[in-house]
C-alpha cells in the first residue's frame, strides 16, 4: 500500500477543466503534437504526423482561447489536454499520452458537447482521427463518413478522418 505522502503525479483529485488562457498556448500545441504523434501511432505514418504538425504553433490556438472556445484539462498545474468546441462543431480534443485512460477525454467532450449545443439545435459533428474512433462510438457518436481534416492549413498535407455525429 502506498504511504499517504506519496503522491501519484496525475492524481485525478487534481483535475481541474477551466478555460484556455494565453499562457496555455504552448502546452496547447505541444499536446496535440504529443497526442497526434503518440496516440496515433500505427494509424498514421510518422513522415506524414510531422508534415502535419509543422504548421503548428501556439498562435494556431490564441483564437479559440480568446474566443472561450477551448477548456483544458489542468491536472496538478499541467495542462495534459484540452478541448476546442463551437456552435455545433467539436474541432479538436487531444490529451497527452501519458494521461490517456483516465477518463480526461471523456470529461472533456461532454464539455465540448454542451459547448456545442450552446445556441445549435441539431447534431454535433467532428472529425475524428482514425485512432479516436472507438472513443466517439464509446460515447454516442456514429460515424458518418470518411475524408481528410478540414482543419489543417494549405500547406499542410491532408490527414485521413472519420466525419462523425451526434444525434440533438
Request: one cysteine or more; a positive charge; charged letters at 20%.
Amino acid at each position: 500500500m502506498r504511504s499517504p505522502s506519496t503522491r501519484d503525479p496525475l492524481s485525478m483529485t487534481d483535475l481541474l477543466i477551466r478555460p484556455g488562457r494565453a499562457a496555455d498556448l504552448a502546452a496547447i500545441c505541444e499536446i496535440t503534437r504529443d497526442s497526434f504523434a503518440g496516440l496515433a501511432k500505427g494509424h498514421y505514418a510518422p513522415a506524414q504526423v510531422a508534415a502535419w504538425m509543422q504548421g503548428c504553433s501556439p498562435e494556431t490556438y490564441r483564437e479559440g482561447v480568446q474566443a472561450g472556445r477551448i477548456r483544458v484539462a489542468d491536472l496538478g498545474n499541467e495542462v495534459v489536454g484540452y478541448v476546442d468546441a463551437g456552435p455545433g462543431e467539436i474541432t479538436r480534443l487531444f490529451v497527452l499520452p501519458k494521461a490517456a485512460g483516465r477518463g480526461i477525454g471523456s470529461r472533456l467532450l461532454r464539455i465540448g458537447v454542451r459547448l456545442a449545443r450552446e445556441g445549435h439545435e441539431g447534431a454535433v459533428v467532428l472529425e475524428s482521427l482514425l485512432n479516436a474512433v472507438s472513443f466517439y462510438e464509446q460515447r454516442g457518436f456514429v460515424a458518418t463518413g470518411k475524408g481528410f481534416s478540414s482543419h489543417g492549413s494549405a500547406e499542410t498535407p491532408p490527414i485521413e478522418i472519420v466525419r462523425m455525429s451526434l444525434p440533438a
